[in-house]
């Protein structure tokens, strides 16, 4: 027995045509790889092509499916049991500066039912490093658990990470200030600051950016990709805001004050007023905490999780006690909870627990906030278009803000140069096309940034063989991320091998980036050690395990 399973060692990481012993082990059934399509996400696209190809290799049949944004979104999303593999990304949103929303949220088994542990991870080691990164005030001890948490995850591979991408905007700098454009930390010039503080040079005042991704639904309960966060950011106040430097600031709140570790007192403006017109209350502030934390709105459960109660003082005076003192609660809760009318959800929210639905299918046909662009008009699969709340403490200087829905990133590149739109908020192509062009026209300007956010593959790790390290670990070592960063993203991106940014320098482990090795050889040698053999030409599962799943 010794001999034979040495043999088919042998033959896996050096002569994959050689056969291992066939009695008792199942080849591994097909795997199919999603992705979006080319036109409207090269990048992710050629990775995925690249990806497939050095999986093969190893003796897997892999078919890559091609779909569209919202069909792979709730493919995915909802029916969480029933694909195998994906391409996916997370958006350098501002509130994930803090890395708690990255490592808890995505990675800790309580959210993997209905939140982000789509894949459904499940390490208790993780989970109680995570949770207590999360009540650790001191930064120094907490930074050594959210390093620890990386190394974890590094280990364990739950998701075979590409790249953070140096994400290139652009914008047509004989419409707008260039000065007035705002380059927000670890997120680039595509952010809430920008819309805010961009100067018009001319008669034309409309903010005209451009999106591959359609939208899935304006809905500040539920968070449903990318695009769709460009316009609740806009619609929506909250009671911080992440500044450009990466840090909170005050937004909602005109001040506040820590009573101690676990209580904290904020004061809200008075000069506040939803898009109908009606005030905003301290009760409104209350009630949107209290829906995201009664269950209505699975997806922001998690960021008032440690929220033990919420109560008024007076007139404008709110006060959040929390279960344990929280590290990241100004970030990861004040900055990302939207506040939303009582009077407008609260007889939604009623009807909708009649029904099965949650507030995350719910869809306003005039969308109220009280940020400061309100909702104009939503022209399915073109454009929607906001006007600037010009009673807004902050009000915008531009008068429209409008996006376009242009699922091609070379007619996206068009229409910048034709004047259709006049800042490029979305290029998947490749960006030294883009800075050709705008060599080449002169009045447009780029702008790259290295991202908070990443592009990754998500492994289904409740699905074999997903759910073996061994084979997660395999797969994700078979693909050099060089190739990756060359041949996918032109260069512009940098290999990664941690959910946590490089451009988040503090919380960074470059050593679990640095310490990973990647090639063919490195993977087969994984797998045969993990008791994976080649049985006529098709990578099998370890002697004993079957396959369950079929074709």
Do not use: C
Request: proline fraction near 5%.
């Amino acid at each position: 027995m010794k001999t034979l399973f040495k043999l088919a060692s042998t033959s896996l990481v050096g002569m994959a045509l050689l056969a291992g012993p066939t009695w008792a082990q199942d080849q591994i059934r097909t795997i199919h790889l999603l992705s979006r399509p080319q036109a409207a996400q090269p990048a992710e696209f050629q990775a995925v092509q690249l990806i497939a190809q050095e999986w093969r290799k190893l003796g897997l049949d892999v078919e890559v499916d091609v779909m569209p944004w919202e069909q792979m979104s709730s493919a995915v999303w909802y029916d969480r049991d029933k694909w195998d593999v994906t391409a996916w990304q997370m958006t350098g949103r501002p509130e994930r500066s803090d890395p708690d929303e990255i490592i808890y949220n995505l990675f800790h088994s309580s959210t993997a039912e209905s939140g982000y542990n789509f894949i459904g991870y499940s390490n208790p080691e993780y989970d109680a490093v995570v949770e207590k990164q999360r009540v650790t005030i001191d930064p120094a001890e907490r930074q050594k658990l959210v390093r620890q948490a990386q190394e974890i995850l590094a280990k364990d591979q739950p998701n075979m990470m590409l790249v953070h991408p140096e994400q290139a905007f652009a914008f047509d700098k004989n419409i707008w200030e260039e000065d007035s454009v705002v380059n927000q930390s670890g997120i680039g010039i595509r952010n809430t600051w920008t819309w805010l503080s961009l100067a018009p040079k001319t008669d034309q005042k409309d903010i005209i950016v451009n999106s591959s991704d359609n939208v899935i639904a304006v809905n500040p309960l539920y968070i449903s990709g990318v695009t769709d966060s460009f316009i609740t950011e806009l619609l929506y106040d909250r009671l911080f805001r992440v500044g450009p430097d990466g840090l909170p600031t005050e937004w909602a709140a005109e001040t506040f004050e820590w009573r101690d570790d676990k209580t904290i007192a904020v004061t809200i403006r008075s000069d506040m007023m939803w898009h109908d017109g009606k005030p905003v209350t301290a009760e409104d502030v209350k009630f949107s905490y209290e829906t995201t934390t009664g269950g209505e709105a699975p997806m922001y459960a998690p960021f008032g999780q440690s929220i033990s109660s919420v109560e008024i003082e007076g007139d404008n005076v709110v006060v959040f006690t929390l279960t344990n003192p929280s590290a990241s609660f100004i970030t990861s809760s004040l900055a990302k909870i939207n506040l939303i009318p009582k009077h407008v959800w609260e007889p939604i929210l009623a009807d909708l627990a009649t029904k099965e639905e949650n507030a995350e299918s719910y869809q306003e046909e005039m969308p109220i906030g009280s940020g400061p662009y309100k909702f104009d008009r939503w022209l399915t699969n073109e454009e929607i278009v906001l006007s600037a709340n010009s009673g807004h403490f902050n009000a915008p200087q531009a008068e429209r803000w409008i996006l376009r829905l242009v699922p091609n990133a070379e007619a996206a590149l068009g229409m910048l140069r034709s004047g259709e739109i006049n800042f490029l908020t979305d290029f998947a192509g490749d960006p030294q096309v883009l800075i050709d062009a705008a060599e080449a026209d002169g009045d447009i300007e780029v702008v790259s940034t290295v991202d908070i956010g990443f592009r990754y593959v998500a492994f289904n790790n409740r699905r074999a063989p997903f759910d073996d390290p061994a084979f997660r670990s395999a797969l994700s070592s078979a693909v050099d991320r060089r190739l990756i960063v060359k041949a996918a993203f032109k260069g512009f991106a940098v290999a990664s091998n941690s959910v946590v940014s490089p451009a988040l320098e503090f919380w960074h482990d470059k050593a679990v980036v640095e310490n990973f090795k990647a090639g063919p050889d490195i993977a087969k040698s994984m797998l045969d050690e993990a008791g994976y053999t080649i049985v006529d030409g098709r990578l099998a599962y370890p002697e004993g395990v079957k396959e369950t799943l079929g074709e």
